[in-house]
Each structure stands twice: as structure tokens, then as C-alpha cells.
């Protein structure tokens, strides 16, 4: 069983189809593994009080938690019922010191095509979670997410987007840097570079040539498609991001029908073979 090098993070949806909540964090922690992010769903079901006592008796600390409820909706009793949904969220990932909620503010709601209203009433969703955010010592992440996925999944897709709304809003908000989801972008590395001290998460997995599902769960393990994972890492961590090289592998076709003790051994060797022992 390989044992993970220091810099190397779980986001629990990568074995999300074979482990549990208690399973994934035994798992981890048996591979050494020092960080994870949770899923919000799994950690309510299994209780917020009963989850922190487990990860920290695992030796395992939180990085962020998956994820928020919708940003975008039209509707003023959704908006309310989010909003209010959302202060639970904060309040979670402070019971867990978890340093980010993941914003991943979803797409148009039903029947709508006003893509800049939903990116004005997501900006305005943040703004009024802040003052809670602040209080409790919760960073909002807001994460792009790639434009294939603008209609139902996320209204920022690049990292210059959610950037500007970071600078607006100011303290309390953070980045998210997925690589699959913006490794395309043509303007990332100024981007980055711009973000530089507002990256709280660096997330990792690989974009496959072939890849065959726009939902995001066709992804690859790092080093088998296209994303210059050294590259990006490296400007990560020149715009003043210290913190740990997540893996977030979600693959349907392949990763997920494996055992997940197998899944981090490779992940581990490969993370290994792209970052150096220590990432």
C-alpha cells in the first residue's frame, strides 16, 4: 500500500460510489493521507458532531466542503430557502474547520435564458452569506466550472469570472482551482497570476482525449490525458497558494468501478511521478 506524500488531499466524491462516509475516512487515513474534503450530504447524514470527532481521530484535517445550495434560482422563496440553507452550510464547515464551502453557484434555473441575471442574483447570493461567512471563519470558494456546464452546472466558467466577483465582495471569498475545469482556458495563467493570495483549493484530476460525458464524471487520473497538471500546479503555488494538490476523480466508466484502496495507491504513484515526493 502506497503511503501519500504530505501534499496529497481526498474530495471524498472520488470514491463516493464504493466507500461510505466512515469507510472513506478510514481509507484515508490508512494511506496517510492528511486532508480531505467532505461531501456536505454524507457528513449531514452522518451527523456533523459524530463526522468532526471521526476525521479528527483519523489524524486527517478538513480542507473544504462540497458543496453549497444554488446561487442562481429566480424564484424569491427558493432564494430564501437556499440562502437559508446556505447559512447551514457555514455553520457545518465551522463545526469541521474546514477552510471553504465550495460555491458552485449551478447553472439557469428551469425555462430560463437570462444567463446574466443568474450571474448577478449568484454574486448577490454571496454577498449576503458573507457577513455569516466571516463570523464563522468559513471562506466561500467560488469554483468555475467548464462553460459545457454553464446551463446546469455552474455560471462562472472561468477563473477570471469568479475572480472578479472575489475582488468586488472582497474578504471571505476564495478560489477554487479545479484543473479539469479550467485547464482550456486561454487567459488561466494571467488569471492565476491576478488571483494571487485568493486560491484556497487546487484540485486535481486529468481531461481525457476521448473524453464522453459533459456532466463531468468522465475524468482521468492524473497523467493519463491532456492537462499540464506540473505546469499549473506551479503557478498555483507562484500566486501564493501553499496548501495540498486535491485529487477529485469522478469516472463512471472507469475509476469508480475500482476498488478505492487501488484507485489511491495509483493516484498516489502518479501525484508522485507529476509532483515529486513532496508535491
Not at 481521530?57 to 442562481?72: E, I, P, Q, Y
Not at 457545518?92 to 441575471?117: F, K, V
Not at 459545457?148 to 468586488?168: F, K, P
Request: hydrophobic share 40%; aromatic share 6%.
Amino acid at each position: 500500500m502506497e503511503t501519500a506524500p504530505a501534499s496529497f488531499a481526498m474530495h471524498q466524491g472520488t470514491t463516493e460510489r464504493q466507500w461510505g462516509f466512515v469507510e472513506s475516512i478510514e481509507g484515508y487515513a490508512r494511506h496517510g493521507i492528511r486532508a480531505v474534503t467532505v461531501r456536505r450530504s454524507l457528513v449531514e447524514e452522518y451527523g456533523v458532531t459524530k463526522a468532526a470527532k471521526l476525521i479528527s481521530d483519523a489524524g486527517l484535517k478538513v480542507l473544504g466542503v462540497s458543496r453549497c445550495a444554488s446561487l442562481t434560482e429566480d424564484d424569491p422563496a427558493k432564494i430564501a430557502a437556499n440562502h437559508d440553507e446556505n447559512i447551514r452550510a457555514i455553520a457545518l464547515a465551522a463545526e469541521l474547520q474546514a477552510t471553504n464551502l465550495a460555491m458552485i453557484s449551478s447553472g439557469l434555473p428551469e425555462g430560463s435564458t437570462d444567463l446574466s441575471g443568474a450571474r448577478s442574483r449568484a454574486r448577490d447570493a454571496v454577498a449576503r452569506l458573507l457577513p455569516e461567512a466571516r463570523a464563522a471563519g468559513v471562506t466561500l470558494g467560488l469554483e468555475a466550472i467548464h462553460p459545457m456546464r454553464v446551463a446546469s452546472g455552474c455560471i462562472w466558467s472561468t477563473l477570471g469570472q469568479a475572480n472578479a466577483v472575489c475582488e468586488e465582495l472582497g474578504s471571505g471569498t476564495g478560489l477554487i482551482v479545479d484543473a479539469y475545469h479550467v485547464w482550456w482556458d486561454p487567459d488561466l495563467e494571467d488569471s492565476i497570476r491576478a488571483a494571487h493570495g485568493r486560491i484556497v483549493s487546487f484540485q486535481i484530476s486529468d481531461w481525457l482525449r476521448d473524453t464522453n460525458a459533459v456532466d463531468g464524471s468522465d475524468r482521468g487520473m492524473p497523467g493519463d490525458g491532456v492537462i499540464p497538471l506540473r505546469e499549473l500546479g506551479d503557478q498555483v503555488r507562484a500566486a501564493g497558494f501553499d496548501g495540498y494538490d486535491e485529487l477529485e476523480l469522478f469516472s463512471e466508466r472507469n475509476w469508480w468501478q475500482r476498488d478505492p484502496d487501488e484507485l489511491i495507491d495509483v493516484a498516489i504513484a502518479r501525484h508522485r511521478a507529476i509532483f515529486g515526493d513532496d508535491g
